[in-house]
């Protein structure tokens, strides 16, 4: 292969590189929450892992983190540590965190033995996935977070692994 065949080569790859990643960003990107998102969020009531009923209306007229997860994704299992730590450092702030298990109670019970956090668990199941959905995540992919201020706007949404610092920048005021 000559110079100018390589040139041409690396220009032809690296523009089908940049297209891909565009379309990846493209069809993952949170789309617009359904206008009554919030409102169906907080009139569910999931069981917690310990079995009793867990309503979320409860979190309404604070600020939230909602978090869906599940014990068989990597990121998610990787980022609880990170959530737990925002929330241990700012529910004196008024900040609440609710993980939304998308997986099965006793997956979730058992994670949380090697895993424990300090935030309460919602186990959806896989109907929690249509709930995501209509917060945006049209892809269902996990982990998806979402930040809700105190007046039940959404301020915040992420498709992947957040990390402790991120979530920082979402809650801190910029000057």
């Known amino acids: 292969m000559n110079r100018r065949q390589f040139i041409t080569a690396a220009a032809v790859g690296s523009a089908a590189a940049l297209a891909g990643a565009a379309l990846a960003w493209w069809r993952l990107r949170p789309a617009p929450p359904a206008s009554d998102a919030v409102a169906q969020l907080l009139n569910q009531t999931f069981e917690t892992p310990e079995g009793s009923a867990l ?66 668990i919602a186990i959806a199941g896989f109907a929690g996935t249509e709930l995501g959905k209509t917060l945006g995540n049209t892809t269902g992919a996990l982990p998806f977070t979402v930040a809700l201020n105190a007046a039940g706007e959404i301020t915040h949404r992420k498709l992947g692994e957040t990390s402790y610092d991120e979530l920082l920048e979402w809650v801190t005021p910029r000057a």
């Open 55 to 120: 309503a979320l209306r409860q979190f309404a007229g604070r600020p939230l983190l909602v978090n869906f997860w599940a014990t068989w994704c990597p990121p998610c299992v990787k980022e609880m540590p990170e959530l737990d730590r925002f929330f241990r450092t700012h529910r004196n702030q008024g900040w609440q965190v609710l993980g939304v298990a998308i997986d099965r109670p006793d997956a979730v019970r058992d994670f949380l033995v090697r895993v424990p956090v300090s935030f309460p």
